[in-house]
């Protein structure tokens, strides 16, 4: 079955530091993979999306996230946390004609 | 500009009610999305409309229809509500042709039964 897995279901990082937001993938194929995000009473938001290429991609208000085929991962990153990225944060990989959504993050940015 | 809108935001309503949550895209998008998101935020897709023809349709009870006038509009409507429906619903559409077009969500309704 094809599955989206977010080992962490809180990641606390204090601001300035960097943050990672881990995600793996278990998709038979090559996946499409996104993250988004989703603030309190909010849909979610689409940061990024690794489609093929450079298994590095940026996205949205400076996140980036790697892509690692042989770990079949996907974690979301930046080099310096806000405050104002404390969210919800969702990885999801299409596959066939739906998105699969792994269980979501929360990011807590400590001042 | 809103893209994806979806009314009402809250809806509170008694056991055994019928109710419909309405969804419109202006993003020309072929394909709409249900979503449910649980108490616990896990997101479970529900249904998916392609230019208007069911393609997805996961194992909800039948209570739960959609319904697709046009390709920009996807509504659900619920009968015989029950407590385990309380949740929020996200409607989302994209370019489901294309696997790199990402989703777009709208703001959600949160469904309240009492």
């Known amino acids: 079955a094809q599955s989206v897995a977010q080992p962490e279901d809180q990641v606390n990082v204090a601001e300035g530091n960097p943050l990672t937001v881990k995600c793996t993938y278990s998709v038979s194929g090559n996946p499409y993979l996104f993250w988004y995000v989703q603030y309190p009473n909010r849909g979610l938001q689409f940061l990024l999306k690794y489609i093929t290429g450079d298994n590095l991609v940026k996205g949205s208000y400076g996140f980036e996230a790697e892509f690692n085929k042989s770990q079949t991962s996907f974690h979301l990153k930046k080099p310096s946390a806000l405050v104002s990225d404390s969210a919800l944060y969702f990885c999801a990989a299409f596959y066939g004609q739906n998105f699969v959504f792994g269980p979501g993050t929360r990011l807590s940015v400590l001042p | 500009d809103t893209a994806v809108s979806q009314t009402p935001k809250y809806l509170v309503t008694q056991m055994g009610n019928d109710k419909s949550i309405k969804c419109e895209q202006n993003l020309g998008h072929d394909t709409m999305y249900w979503y449910k998101q649980d108490s616990k935020k896990f997101l479970k897709i529900m249904f998916s409309?392609?230019?208007?023809?069911?393609?997805i349709n996961e194992t909800v009870p039948n209570r739960f229809s959609p319904k697709s006038p046009d390709k920009a509009h996807l509504n659900l409507h619920i009968n015989s509500l029950e407590l385990g429906d309380s949740a929020v619903y996200f409607c989302?559409?994209?370019?489901?042709?294309?696997?790199?077009?990402?989703?777009?969500f709208g703001n959600g309704t949160r469904l309240t039964v009492t």
């Open positions: 989302a559409s994209s370019h489901a042709r294309q696997g790199n077009s990402p989703l777009h």
């Open positions: 409309y392609n230019n208007k023809e069911l393609i």
